[in-house]
């Protein structure tokens, strides 16, 4: 992800953390660690590792294994990284055009679409059966981190189509979830959005109260993520929430909305430090803090947890396995570019939305390529679609081959000078 303009002096050291290129080569070197594990003689090892299980002594939470508190924990932060660069483009970016912003949103409404529909052909047209059927979902995923890290690589992106991915990764992760609850599980805990509630209503009124620091607001998040967590969402959209909320000016709350007296406290543009600096607001300060802890601690270590993937048991022989792998490389190559890219072009057709500036028709290619990279939660709900082990590791392998497939075409349009993507616009 872009990091914010460092426009505070303390801020300025970490502009050599936030080399994203570099960041994106952790990643790939940790995943490709995590797959060698995963199927060498220390898998089991490997495998023990993340099934270790971690209490908090929290009353609303079970125990859970390690692997579900990077998946779900920490990667909460890497969401809210992903929500405040959301919100400082909503307040004065490329997101801030209503006719832009939801240009993803369809887009990511294609990219479900369309590779449900070719997975479900393929497996008709094989005679799989329900067996197979089941798989739907599986290509309709982004992985969001994945993505975003592949995106890094590429050279002279736009930043408006980095935003344009993250906005549809979120709408892309949203719609799985919503599948997974009414397709995959119980439903969803509607009385449980209370509790999600009432940590919101904790945030809104600490910034009311004009509380300035950080670490006030831990408490309320936890509350927001333990209720999503019930609720049967995915809790890491609490990030997401949390840096939608997050100030966009230095001064906020009700008390800078009083009109000063002679003894007032000088305003945040007075209140200068001695490099000239203005105070920067939160969403940026914050911002800049978990940028090269997200970049070259949790994403790395979030491949590693999730890459990590056995290929014990593999069989693409003819029938089911043979026709779910295919629907799911299909869906993941094909599928995805071919309807984010036709919702995209339709709606601009139709004059829906609008495309930022700086971004070209030509360059949603590579966006729907990204979207392709379906990774952890395809195999997440691979895990919930089919029992068989037999049949579950060759969705998984499908999922990795289709994700490769689609992370080296996109870098492979992407980096070359030639492309009809034209990243030089």
């Not at 927001?224 to 019930?230: D, E, F, N, S």
Request: proline share 8%; charged share 10%.
């Amino acid at each position: 992800m872009r990091p914010p303009p460092a426009t505070h002096p303390a801020l300025w050291p970490l502009r050599f953390l936030s080399v994203e290129a570099m960041s994106g080569l952790v990643l790939l070197a940790a995943a490709a660690i995590a797959l060698a594990c995963a199927n060498s003689p220390f898998s089991h090892a490997y495998e023990a590792l993340w099934q270790q299980r971690l209490s908090f002594g929290v009353p609303l939470l079970s125990d859970y294994d390690l692997r579900f508190w990077v998946n779900d924990g920490l990667m909460t932060i890497f969401f809210l990284l992903v929500g405040l660069e959301i919100r400082r483009e909503i307040n004065d970016g490329s997101l801030s055009n209503p006719r832009i912003a939801t240009l993803p949103i369809i887009a990511a409404a294609g990219g479900v679409l369309v590779p449900a529909l070719l997975y479900m052909l393929v497996c008709i047209l094989a005679g799989s059966g329900p067996l197979g059927r089941r798989g739907w979902a599986i290509p309709t995923a982004t992985d969001i981190a994945f993505a975003a890290g592949m995106l890094s690589l590429v050279p002279r992106v736009p930043p408006a189509l980095r935003m344009l991915l993250l906005t549809l990764a979120i709408a892309d992760d949203v719609a799985a979830i919503v599948i997974i609850a009414l397709f995959y599980s119980g439903g969803i805990a509607a009385a449980q959005f209370l509790l999600v509630a009432a940590g919101i209503a904790l945030v809104l009124l600490l910034q009311a109260l004009s509380v300035q620091s950080a670490l006030a607001y831990v408490l309320p998040g936890a509350v927001v993520w333990i209720g999503m967590l019930r609720a049967g969402m995915h809790p890491t959209l609490t990030g997401v929430v949390l840096g939608l909320l997050t100030p966009v000016t230095a001064a906020f709350g009700l008390r800078t909305r009083q009109r000063p007296t002679p003894r007032a406290r000088p305003s945040v543009a007075e209140r200068l430090d001695p490099s000239g600096a203005p105070e920067p607001p939160p969403v940026v300060r914050v911002e800049a803090m978990l940028h090269p802890y997200v970049a070259f601690g949790i994403m790395p270590l979030f491949a590693f947890a999730n890459a990590g993937v056995s290929l014990e048991g593999l069989n693409l022989g003819a029938g089911p396995p043979l026709a779910i792998a295919t629907g799911i490389v299909l869906g993941l190559v094909l599928g995805k570019p071919i309807g984010i890219v036709l919702a995209a072009l339709a709606a601009l057709r139709l004059k829906l939305v609008e495309l930022p500036e700086g971004v070209r028709s030509p360059q949603l290619g590579l966006l729907g390529i990204l979207g392709g990279i379906g990774f952890t939660l395809s195999i997440f709900i691979a895990n919930l679609a089919f029992e068989d082990r037999r049949v579950l590791a060759t969705a998984k392998f499908a999922v990795l081959v289709g994700s490769a497939l689609a992370a080296a075409l996109a870098l492979t349009l992407g980096r070359s000078r030639s492309s009809a993507l034209s990243l030089r616009g």
